[in-house]
């Protein structure tokens, strides 16, 4: 069975910064994607970040060059390091996976971890 559980979420200032993880068990492929995401009261969720099993990534937008997605395959971690935050990242953040190339539906979700950051 697949779990991902995330952690790390929490109360910051503007311009802060903070790690999420979600650990993942039961979900071995040699090809697949994974993802964060993010919604925020009223809004749509949105992807935030990407990588596959080739370690290539993808941001939105509106956090290119602050969010960095990465993986410890190791540790079969997930990590999203998110710098210079803003109150617009203010959301729910939930990593999810799937066993198809990225650009497809994701299969595999975990709960959330709550951002909230204020001035």
């Known amino acids: 069975q697949v779990q991902l559980v995330e952690s790390g979420g929490g109360s910051v200032q503007t311009g802060g910064s903070l790690r999420l993880s979600c650990a993942v068990s039961?979900?071995?492929?040699?090809?697949?994607?994974m993802g964060w995401f993010r919604q925020a009261p009223g809004k749509e969720r949105e992807e935030v970040a990407s990588?596959?099993?080739?370690?290539?990534?993808s941001y939105a937008d509106s956090v290119k060059g602050r969010f960095t997605i990465s993986q410890d395959n190791a540790k079969n971690t997930l990590y999203l390091q998110m710098n210079s935050l803003k109150s617009d990242d203010t959301a729910m953040y939930f990593c999810?996976?799937?066993?198809?190339?990225?650009?497809?539906?994701?299969?595999?979700w975990g709960r959330g971890t709550q951002v909230t950051v204020s001035s």
């Open positions: 039961g979900f071995t492929y040699n090809t697949y994607c």
């Open positions: 990588i596959d099993s080739d370690g290539i990534t």
């Open positions: 999810a996976a799937d066993h198809e190339v990225c650009g497809s539906d994701f299969a595999y």
